[in-house]
């Protein structure tokens, strides 16, 4: 089927049409009820779409494209096991990781929850003994730094939860992520770093990923310099992988492997042993509220109409903004400085899940998918980009997301950042009209002169969407809800744009040509005369200056 052919995307037009001229401050002053038609809450997690430029007509059409497109069959066959990531034949079962009841999970004949609770209760054991510093290092001393190598999936997921729950941290553990190739991330930190009280956790899913083998193994001639002995890695290495031979290769003994399944993704896989480091610094009751949180989106997402269902109203709304209002970007904007790593992990969950250009069978799309998704501290971009979002004349959807009250809280900071982050939304929705800026400037007794020179660089278009996301704090259950929010709101733009959220074959290109450099890169001139001229002038650069 070509979507944009459908009558349902047809009609999509004419409300793109009769939208047009239409400003969100019409929007607002025709619907004195808007922030209730347009707002909706799921236990505390409120979601307020009302600065989005839409009205009920437009929306009910957007909630026919999406049945049109059988989201609700597609969310049933991904909840029931069904191989929907069909480029890897492969099923979509993170929330089974999540999937809390004695019920067999998705089915009796196919119920993988015996596995994952095995490795939760393996987790549970590993967490209780470090955090009780009963777990020795070779030496006979507590654990006190716990470093996670990984990248993509394996790094963005853990490393976000773990720093979003500081405030619930064990106070004697520090943690660590690691993911750079560039020896400038592992090397300070193990020069800080004493390895009879560092543990080690290596998450891959496929435990071939060139990044985290490189660091992995440097940890490891590390950790072997001081220790001499082979057991040793054994106190000091965990490995959270699908592929256990491979860790097992590497010298880790198989209790320290925890195991994890094709049927979850890199990018899906936080709620998996994956969130080992966080399961460690929160504990392991606090890891199974951040599980809870995303298993009542999960319940939410399966159970509720589509008209309330936050994933679909979310994701119909970018679908409006991408393919219906022309933004061709996606700003994220966490105003919690706990949460400054959600743009990055967002990037990956929605570009590495939806940024294609082909459909599940094969087929060219016939409209585009995913927009570019950046981000990053709202504050700090108030005094960097945001110039550019209220007067750059670019259409931004804009995600605000904050927590109402502190996780670390400082008499007098919390109300100005609240302020913030509402006077962002306000500004950028509503603008500021000639008549206004012209009334402030005579207000404050310019010159009918002045006031001319000045009114054009004093005038905001506004009419900038955006949808804000509030919690009432940064606790493991929120932040569960939220990150499956945006999860399941990425699976159902998938099905829309009918392209398979779950593969990412975009990324393997560069890694083949990386190792195929790599040689020349090293010095081996045999390949040379087969590269194209840009490559081979910047490998000789590489041979004249660099130290490999
Ligand atoms: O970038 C590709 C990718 O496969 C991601 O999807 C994944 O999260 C990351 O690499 C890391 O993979 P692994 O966990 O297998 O090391």
């Not at 019409?26 to 430029?53: C, I, P, T």
């Amino acid at each position: 089927m070509n979507i944009t052919l459908t009558p349902e995307w047809q009609s999509l037009l004419q409300h793109q049409k009769r939208l047009e001229h239409k400003h969100l401050r019409d929007l607002f002053a025709e619907d004195a009820q808007r922030f209730e038609h347009f707002s909706a809450e799921l236990d505390g997690l409120l979601v307020d779409y009302s600065k989005q430029r839409i009205d009920q007509p437009a929306l009910q059409s957007l909630l026919a494209l999406a049945r049109l497109s059988d989201v609700e069959n597609w969310r049933d066959r991904m909840f029931s096991g069904e191989k929907i990531n069909i480029s890897e034949d492969r099923a979509v079962l993170h929330t089974a990781l999540r999937h809390s009841d004695f019920k067999p999970f998705p089915d009796a004949e196919n119920d993988v929850m015996p596995q994952v609770r095995a490795v939760r209760k393996q987790m549970r054991d590993i967490v209780e003994r470090v955090r009780s510093g009963l777990w020795r290092g070779f030496k006979g001393d507590a654990i006190q730094n716990v470093v996670n190598i990984g990248i993509g999936g394996s790094d963005l997921g853990p490393k976000l939860a773990t720093r979003a729950l500081s405030a619930y941290q064990h106070p004697n553990l520090h943690f660590y992520y690691v993911s750079n190739l560039d020896s400038a991330h592992l090397a300070p930190l193990l020069e800080k770093l004493d390895p009879r009280t560092t543990l080690f956790i290596v998450a891959s899913k496929t435990f071939t990923t060139q990044e985290t083998s490189i660091n992995a193994q440097t940890a490891r001639t590390w950790l072997m310099a001081a220790a001499m002995e082979e057991w040793a890695i054994g106190k000091h290495f965990i490995a959270v992988t699908s592929s256990p031979g491979k860790a097992h290769e590497f010298g880790i003994p198989d209790d320290n492997i925890l195991q994890i399944w094709d049927w979850v993704g890199g990018r899906y896989s936080l709620w998996s042993a994956v969130g080992l480091s966080v399961a460690l610094a929160i504990g392991m009751n606090g890891f199974e509220r951040l599980l809870s949180g995303a298993e009542t989106m999960d319940l939410h997402f399966r159970k509720t109409p589509l008209e309330q269902n936050l994933p679909v109203l979310l994701a119909l709304i970018s679908i409006w903004n991408t393919n219906f209002l022309g933004a061709e970007t996606s700003a994220i904007l966490p105003y919690n400085e706990s949460i400054r790593h959600l743009p990055a992990f967002l990037q990956q969950l929605e570009m590495e899940s939806n940024g294609k250009t082909v459909s599940r069978d094969g087929e060219a799309l016939t409209c585009r998918a995913n927009p570019i998704v950046w981000g990053q501290i709202g504050v700090n971009g108030q005094h960097a980009f945001f110039q550019l979002l209220h007067q750059g004349g670019w259409l931004i959807p804009c995600d605000f997301v904050v927590a109402a009250s502190s996780d670390h809280p400082l008499p007098g900071h919390q109300a100005p950042l609240l302020a913030n982050c509402l006077a962002q939304s306000a500004a950028l929705a509503f603008g500021k009209t000639e008549a206004q800026a012209r009334e402030e400037l005579t207000q404050a007794g310019l010159t009918a002169a002045q006031i001319a020179r000045l009114l054009p660089h004093k005038v905001f278009a506004g009419n900038q969407p955006s949808t804000t996301i509030l919690m009432p704090s940064l606790d493991p259950f929120q932040l569960g809800m939220l990150l499956a929010l945006y999860e399941h709101k990425v699976f159902v733009q998938g099905v829309i744009w009918s392209i398979n959220s779950f593969d990412q074959w975009g990324v393997e290109l560069g890694k083949q040509l990386a190792n195929r450099l790599l040689p020349a890169i090293m010095g081996d001139q045999a390949y040379d005369a087969q590269l194209d001229t840009s490559t081979c002038g910047l490998i000789s650069y590489f041979r004249r200056h660099g130290h490999v």
